[in-house]
């Protein structure tokens, strides 16, 4: 098997002289991404393209080990610096090279916000209603809540979240106390920023014992070739997994609701669905079943019954509800690997707040950034797992964007800024796109994708 050491390299298919991390973030859109709340390309406060690298190397090593003992004569996997960061931009890369009319302005700005006593906050919606409820308590204006939503509701998309001033200055005139309980009076999602922190939480855990029956007859020489996973997840962290499971050669059949799940149709379109979406879920096949009936979960129990993994993103208590636990799937299939990539895992209890990434960053204290940091490494850390399992014929899969933020700060070294760059630094993903130096990491169909971040050798 080969070693993560081996497996990593800087620049890999992308034919500039990068020298490191921050070479790479400054020539493959994260320096851009990350700075457009600042108005400016800005480094991360931490070395992430190094991190997702020696993540996707283990994914890579693991994925070695399970193929040749299914007969799959591949010898190592490699990836590189570069190709972690194309990554972690590709839905931000598949926007920005949409054919429709779809146009974005990325003005700076964005949270955290601050209270009278200087305490740094970050607060979570998807709901208009509460939004409304909880600056209105707060004192806002009508005029400044109604402008604040759409910049706020499309911060996972567009990197940057330009808020009417007004918003922060009322904000900065309240206690901290009050603000926490108008947030749970209206129903926000509040968590105060932390001083970065390690909690020594496992990136993922791994248990069970399956029966062996994962041993397919592999149909082309990728580790996961012949298996099929069922994908039940939304926006990015499960979906994320269910990509890379994909790359790696798994047949993934996606589970969506009926009329499709909603972020397809978000705009930049790029042929018949979203840019971003495709970015992570082109290459699935899709099927739409209702889950809150007895038919429907029915139908995903039958499809079930011929998948070696499920994977789900749903809220704490969902599984129960619907009678879709790792019991349940186990008793049509016996030996799947069931696994749950959740917000905040079992350490936040029973009744999470709201998971996603932006109040993930903020509880765990990783260094801020509207870039969606803790969504993407937390579905690499995901598909790890599930790696790891299929490798161990083991049954059950948990992870968290919690856990992820963790392993984040455990790797965090911060990028040394002071250092002079070797490529140009990247202000325009569309540009990034044409540079023919990106070729061999990139392909166009309707708009332009990431390849897979590893190269197998046989």
Same mark, same amino acid.
């Given at each position: ?19 490191? $991390? ?17 108005? $400016? ?27 040749? +003992? ?16 194309? %990554? ?11 054919? +429709? ?17 200087? *305490?740094?906050?970050?607060? $979570? ?29 499309a911060r996972f998309a567009t990197a940057t979240c330009p808020l009417p001033s007004r918003l922060p200055d009322v904000a900065a005139r309240a206690p901290i106390r009050w603000i926490e309980r108008t947030a749970t009076d209206s129903g926000m999602t509040l968590v105060r920023v932390a001083i970065r922190r390690h909690d020594g939480i496992p990136a ?14 592999? *149909? ?23 990509? %890379? ?67 789900h993103n749903w809220a704490p208590g969902k599984a129960e509800q619907w009678s879709l636990t790792a019991y349940d799937l186990a008793r049509v299939r016996p030996g799947i690997v069931y696994a749950h990539a959740s917000g905040w895992g079992d350490e936040l209890g029973p009744n999470p707040p709201l998971g996603t990434d932006f109040v993930v960053q903020?509880?765990?204290? *990783? ?64 540009? %990034? ?12 169909? $309707? ?12």
């Open positions: 098997m080969i070693t993560t050491l081996d497996a990593v390299t800087v620049a890999g298919p992308v034919d500039l002289p990068l020298a490191g $991390e921050l070479d790479v973030q400054a020539a493959c859109g994260i320096m851009h991404v990350h700075g457009r709340r600042y108005g $400016e390309p800005t480094p991360l406060g931490l070395d992430y393209a190094s991190i997702l690298a020696a993540e996707l190397a283990a994914i890579g090593g693991v994925a070695v080990t399970f193929a040749r +003992d299914r007969g799959i004569p591949l010898r190592g996997a490699s990836t590189s610096l570069a190709q972690a960061a194309l %990554l972690a931009v590709s839905q931000y890369l598949a926007a920005a090279t949409a054919e +429709d009319d779809h146009q974005e302005t990325w003005l700076p700005g964005g949270p955290p916000f601050h209270s009278a006593e200087r *305490v740094a906050f970050e607060i $979570e919606t998807f709901d208009p209603a509460v939004w409304q409820r909880f600056w209105s308590t707060l004192g806002a204006d009508r005029e400044a809540i109604a402008r604040g939503w759409q910049p706020f509701s993922f855990t791994v248990s069970g014992e399956g029966r062996g029956h994962r041993m397919a007859r592999p *149909v082309e020489f990728l580790p996961l070739s012949g298996l099929t996973v069922l994908e039940s997840c939304r926006r990015v962290q499960g979906p994320m997994a269910g990509h %890379l499971l994909r790359l790696l050669g798994a047949t993934v059949l996606r589970v969506e609701p009926p009329g499709g799940e909603p972020l397809r149709w978000v705009p930049p379109i790029a042929g018949a669905a979203s840019a971003r979406f495709r970015a992570l879920n082109d290459g699935k096949e899709s099927i739409e079943i209702d889950l809150n009936t007895v038919g429907g979960r029915r139908h995903l129990l039958e499809l079930a019954s011929g998948a070696d993994v499920f994977l903020a509880h765990a204290g *990783v260094p801020p950034s509207l870039m969606t940091l803790v969504d993407v490494f937390g579905g690499v850390v995901s598909a790890h797992g599930i790696v790891r399992a299929l490798s161990r014929r083991a049954t059950k899969v948990t992870s968290s964007l919690l856990s992820a933020a963790s392993r984040l700060n455990a790797s965090a070294v911060r990028p040394r800024c002071g250092q002079p760059l070797r490529a140009p630094v990247c202000d325009d993903l569309a540009v %990034l796109a044409e540079d023919p130096r990106f070729s061999r990491a990139l392909v166009r169909d $309707e708009c332009v994708f990431v390849t897979s971040p590893w190269e197998f050798r046989s």
